[in-house]
C-alpha cells in the first residue's frame, strides 16, 4: 500500500505492507533509528513519538492509519545540528544512563511541555509513567524536564 | 499478514463487515488490536480502520445526558471540563488507564468491546446508566451497556455490528459519582478492583444510587442491590459499609497475579463504601467537581 507521510518536516513516499507500524516505517524504511524498538506492546514508551503534536506509541501504530500525519521524532527536536531544549537538558542534568529509554522520554516530555510548560512534579510524573528506565534514573529526567518547563515558562 | 480496509463513512464499513462475515476485525486506537494480533488471539484476514469515520467521534450534551461517540479517544475524555463536572467517574477512570500514549490513541468504543473483565470503562459508564447504540447493514439497535458483555473478551454484539455511541445519565446538578481502584502501580497497570458509584440526591436523601464493579466477575458488574442500601436517607457509614458488604458478596473474584479472591472481596468493600461516600459529598456539592478522586483509592477524610 502506499503511504505518505511528513517526518520532521519532511515529505515520505513509500510503498508499505498494510500491517507494517509506524515504527517499523520510521527504522527500516526512513532511517531515523532514534525512535527505539522496545516491548512492543505499548508498555515501555521508547518508541514514543509525536502525531499531530500528541505522544503516540508508534509499536501500536498502523502506519497506514496516520497517513497524511505530520510525525515528529526525535531527530525532529534539535534544529541545524543544535539539541532542542529538552534534549540538551537531559544532558545537564545527566538524565541518561543506558539512553534506551532516552529519546522516548524526551518525545513525551516535548509532549508535555507544549501543553503545559508550567507541569509540576507529579505532572510530569503521570506523563512519563508510560516511558520505563530500567537504569531507574527517574530523578534526574523529572529534574531535567521541570528545568525546560521553568525556562520556557520564562520566556514565554 | 491482514489486509487493510479503509472505508470512507460508516455505511461502507458496514457493508464490507457484512460482506466478509467471519473474517473482519474492526481496527481503532489499535492498543488491543495490535496485541492481539501479534500473540495471536486474533487473526484476522482483514482489518477495517474505522478512524476516517468522523462521525463516531466526539461528546454531545443533551438536557440530563452525553452522548459520546465509539471513536472518541479515552484523552479527550480525560480533559473534557464539561463531563468531569456531569460524570465524575467516567473522567477518573479514563485518566488512570495505561499511559498518556495509551489513552491519546485508544478509544473508548475499543476498551468496551475489548471486554476485559478488568477494564477501567464499563463500571463508570454503568453507574450512569449507559445505553449502547449498534449499527450493522441492517440498521442499529440501542441495548443497555451491561448487555454487551457476554465474558472475558466476549460481546453479545453479532458478526457485522458495531458499536457506535454510548448514552450516558449526566445530570447538571444533584448528581455525584466516583471511580476508584486497586493496583500495584499507579500507571500502565490493570484494575485488581474497579468500582464505580454513583449517587443522584434531593433534600437530604440519596434518591438513586448505583455501584458497578471490575475485574471481579467475567464480566463488568452491576450490583443493585449494593445502590438499594443507601437509597432513602442521607448516606451514612453503616449505609456505605452495607452496600459495600452487598457488594462484595455479589462479584465472583478470582485469584490470580493481581491478587486472591478473598483479597480482592475485601477490596471491593471497602472501595464501595469510599466511592459512595465521594459520590454523595459530590451530589451535595461538597468535593470540588472535576477533583480527580485520590488513586488507589487513598483518602483521608472521606473514608467509611
Redesign the interface.
Known amino acids: ?1 502506499k503511504l505518505e507521510l511528513t517526518v520532521n518536516g519532511d515529505p515520505y513516499r513509500r510503498e508499505i ?3 507494517a ?1 509506524l515504527l517499523l516505517v520510521l527504522r527500516d524504511e526512513l532511517d531515523l533509528t532514534g525512535t527505539k524498538w522496545g516491548c ?4 515501555c ?1 521508547a518508541c ?1 513519538v509525536l502525531v499531530d503534536g ?4 508508534s ?4 502506519a ?2 496516520v497517513r497524511g500525519a505530520e510525525v515528529t521524532t526525535v531527530e525532529g527536536l534539535g534544529r541545524d545540528g543544535e539539541l532542542g531544549d529538552v534534549q540538551a537538558a537531559f544532558v545537564r542534568h545527566g538524565a541518561a544512563q543506558c539512553g534506551f529509554c532516552t529519546p522516548g522520554m524526551i518525545v ?1 516530555a516535548e ?2 511541555l507544549r501543553h503545559n510548560p508550567d507541569a509540576d512534579e507529579p505532572e510530569v510524573r ?2 512519563l ?4 528506565c530500567r537504569c531507574t534514573g527517574y530523578n534526574k529526567i523529572v529534574d531535567a524536564v521541570l528545568d525546560v518547563g521553568r525556562s520556557r515558562s520564562t520566556t514565554a | 499478514m491482514p489486509e487493510l480496509f479503509q472505508p470512507v463513512d460508516l455505511d461502507e464499513a458496514l457493508a464490507f463487515m457484512a460482506e466478509h462475515p467471519g473474517i473482519t476485525m474492526p481496527i481503532a486506537g489499535g492498543t488491543d488490536v495490535m496485541i492481539d494480533m501479534r500473540i495471536g488471539r486474533a487473526m484476522p484476514e482483514w482489518l477495517v480502520d474505522l478512524r476516517p469515520l468522523q462521525t463516531l467521534k466526539g461528546l454531545a450534551f443533551e438536557g440530563d445526558a452525553v452522548r459520546i461517540g465509539a471513536l472518541t479517544r479515552l484523552r479527550t475524555l480525560e480533559l473534557n471540563g464539561e463531563l468531569a463536572r456531569r460524570a465524575p467517574a467516567v473522567v477518573e477512570a479514563a485518566r488512570v488507564l495505561g499511559s498518556v500514549q495509551i489513552r491519546t490513541m485508544a478509544t473508548l468504543g475499543g476498551n468496551l468491546c475489548h471486554a476485559t473483565p478488568s477494564a477501567e470503562m464499563p463500571p463508570p459508564l454503568l453507574v450512569h446508566d449507559a445505553v449502547a447504540e449498534v449499527a450493522s447493514r441492517d440498521g442499529s439497535r440501542t441495548l443497555p451497556l451491561a448487555d454487551v458483555f457476554a465474558g472475558p473478551g466476549a460481546t453479545t454484539l453479532e458478526s457485522g455490528e458495531l458499536l457506535t455511541a454510548v448514552t450516558l445519565r449526566a445530570t447538571e446538578s444533584g448528581s455525584g459519582s466516583c471511580y476508584l481502584r486497586q493496583t500495584v502501580r499507579w500507571s500502565m497497570d490493570l484494575a485488581g478492583v474497579g468500582v464505580a458509584a454513583s449517587i443522584e440526591a434531593a433534600a437530604g436523601a440519596v434518591t438513586a444510587a448505583r455501584v458497578a464493579l471490575g475485574a471481579v466477575a467475567p464480566v463488568p458488574l452491576l450490583v443493585p442491590e449494593a445502590g438499594a442500601a443507601v437509597i432513602g436517607s442521607p448516606l451514612t457509614t453503616e449505609s456505605a459499609v452495607e452496600a459495600g458488604a452487598r457488594a462484595a458478596a455479589a462479584c465472583s473474584p478470582i485469584t490470580d497475579a493481581r491478587g486472591t479472591a478473598e483479597y480482592r472481596r475485601q477490596v471491593v468493600a471497602v472501595l464501595v463504601a469510599r466511592a459512595l461516600r465521594i459520590a454523595w459529598l459530590r451530589a451535595n456539592g461538597e468535593w470540588p467537581a472535576g477533583l480527580p478522586a485520590p488513586i488507589n483509592g487513598v483518602l483521608s477524610g472521606a473514608t467509611s
Open positions: 500500500m505492507a498494510p500491517d507500524t512492543m506492546t505499548g508498555d514508551g514514543t500528541e505522544p503516540v506509541v509499536c501500536l501504530q498502523l497506514q492509519q513525551a509532549a508535555l503521570e506523563a509513567a508510560g516511558n520505563l
